[in-house]
């Protein structure tokens, strides 16, 4: 294989559909903006760890901002090949053309890339990213007879609910110990009624509100709900209620309804919603 490097121009116009032009809201809850900002600076590879809709994916989306690099970001699901995130040949006009996956332009050009749900993929698509998180810092292309060495911007974040691990869902072993690690969690009850007012855009008494929703569905976890309502889901509803509906029916729709399709437990959450109205 020949060798390559990924060094471009300061501006690459491939890059222009993901840089985030406007600060997206985040609301800091520990040291993880230093954190990461640390790791970025070592061009450390970086693991997200928390319960679904915590805000990791909006704290990737923040840092970008922040440090003014493009975010390419890639939904992983089992289905997902090697050449999905490293590129195929494809046919056109032109004949057969070599075409980047996501993971190799952001490699080429110095993108921050995240692997979004990282489990979610085949261990045998997610191992590409090795030669990547070590001090090689090297992508192989094996289809193109090339080795890429990654630009000196580029960095891999990626991230993965805990709670879903499983024998045939968890990462390897040889693939968590490359990274740092940042632990998210719900924020504490002031400071989610905080974020949910912002976004959704309510007033603070219906933030805590459904702030206290959630939290008693989260006592429910691991007693019929395999998760209880998450920061996400809190705003989905704050934003029915700011569209004028009811505050028990936008909790309803944004929070019973989609998580369980257990009567018995819907009934539970059901109460639990009217005892904090």
């Known amino acids: 294989m020949h060798s390559t490097s990924g ?6 116009p491939a890059l222009d559909d993901f840089r985030i032009d406007q600060e997206p809201y985040y609301r800091s809850v520990g040291h993880e903006v230093a954190l990461f900002e640390a790791a970025y600076g070592a061009r450390m590879p970086v693991m997200l760890k928390g ?5 990791k994916t909006r704290f990737v989306e923040h840092m970008a901002w922040r440090l003014k690099r493009p975010l390419v970001t890639v939904s992983c699901h089992e289905d997902m090949t090697a050449s999905d995130l490293v590129g195929r040949y ?9 075409h980047d996956g996501p993971l190799t332009l952001a490699v ?32 192989p292309l094996e289809k193109k007879n090339e080795v890429l060495k990654a630009h000196p911007d580029f960095q891999l974040v990626i991230s993965y609910n805990p709670g879903y691990q499983s024998v045939l869902k968890d990462l390897k072993e040889s693939t968590k110990q490359r990274f740092a690690a940042i632990a998210f969690t719900y924020p504490d009850a002031a400071i989610e009624a905080e974020i949910v007012a912002s976004e959704a855009g309510v007033k603070k008494p219906v933030a805590e509100t459904l702030v206290r929703i959630a939290q008693r569905s989260r006592n429910l976890k691991g007693h019929g709900l395999e998760e209880g ?17 009811a505050l028990d029916q936008a909790c309803e729709v944004a929070l019973v309804l989609p998580i369980t399709d257990d009567a018995d437990m819907r009934d539970a959450l059901t109460a639990a919603i009217a005892a904090c109205l």
């Open 7 to 12: 060094a471009k121009s300061a501006h690459d």
């Open 108 to 139: 080429r050009s110095g993108a921050i890339c995240y692997l979004d749900e990282i489990v979610e993929a085949r261990q045998d698509t997610t191992v590409v990213i090795h030669s990547l998180t070590d001090d090689r810092r090297i992508l």
């Open 229 to 245: 309502a998450s920061t996400r889901m809190l705003i989905n509803a704050g934003q029915l209620v700011a569209g004028g509906i």
């Open 90 to 98: 494809l046919l056109d006009a032109d004949g057969t053309v070599w």
């Open 51 to 55: 319960p679904t809709g915590c805000g």
